[in-house]
């Protein structure tokens, strides 16, 4: 099933509005709806959100891609451009989130996102937005190479579950130190480890196991983590 496009009006100069993508599944289920914002070097348009949107879709969870600003005039360029600064990326989240709201106002709303993504959605959920839950793909712990600084200062502030879905190879998220950061969070925190898999979620030849693979896995663990965090 095509993904419906939608134009989510945004508050930024210069720009009225960014482009996203809404996969729906092929019958209402009343399920969660969930936000799934994509990381700092590709769009929503990514295979492996498009891969993970779909799956989740034929799962039965309406999911919505947007473009961050950045992403989106990349995409009209026809050129990469780097990540906005960090308030540029809350306030169009934010416009995706009340997009997202405003098609399903009697849903609950799970915020989601791919690394730079599910930062994001972290940071507006500890700033009060209203959401159910978040779900955390590839989360960014720290820079690569500097695992002393830290993106869990605000974990302690988050009172919604979340579910974190990581790999073992993730050069981004030092598991012996993500263990010790979700103590923190302030609400009930599932982490699902995905073996083998780097940031990308790509798994050595050797592992025996395909990237279609992995993405049926992600898509499986956050369709049981709903099922089970907010049953109908």
Not at 37 to 53: C, R
Not at 73 to 82: D, K, S, V
Not at 223 to 232: H, K, M, S, V
């Amino acid at each position: 099933m095509e993904p419906e496009s939608l134009e989510i009006p945004v508050e930024l100069a210069g720009q009225g509005s960014v482009s996203g993508l809404l996969d729906l599944p092929q019958a209402d289920s009343g399920r969660c709806v969930l936000l799934l914002a994509h990381g700092a070097g590709a769009g929503a348009t990514h295979p492996f959100l498009q891969a993970v949107a779909q799956g989740l879709a034929a799962r039965g969870l309406a999911v919505l891609r947007f473009h961050y600003a950045y992403a989106e005039h990349a995409l009209r360029e026809g050129r990469q451009r780097p990540p906005d600064r960090r308030p540029v990326l809350e306030s169009v989240h934010q416009s995706a989130l009340n997009t997202l709201r405003a098609r399903f106002p009697d849903r609950r709303v799970l915020l989601g996102g791919k690394s730079m993504g599910g930062r994001i959605g972290t940071y507006l959920a500890a700033g009060g937005a209203d959401c159910a839950g978040l779900v955390l793909v590839g989360y960014p712990l720290h820079p690569p190479g500097r695992p002393e600084k830290l993106r869990s200062e605000h974990f302690g502030t988050i009172a919604q579950p979340a579910l974190f879905l990581q790999g073992t190879r993730d050069a981004l998220c030092d598991l012996e130190l993500l263990t010790p950061a979700l103590e923190t969070w302030g609400g009930r925190v599932t982490l699902h480890v995905v073996e083998g898999a780097d940031h990308g979620f790509e798994v050595l030849k050797k592992s025996g196991r395909t990237h279609a693979e992995v993405i049926e896995e992600i898509c499986d663990a956050i369709d049981e983590w709903e099922r089970a965090t907010f049953p109908l």
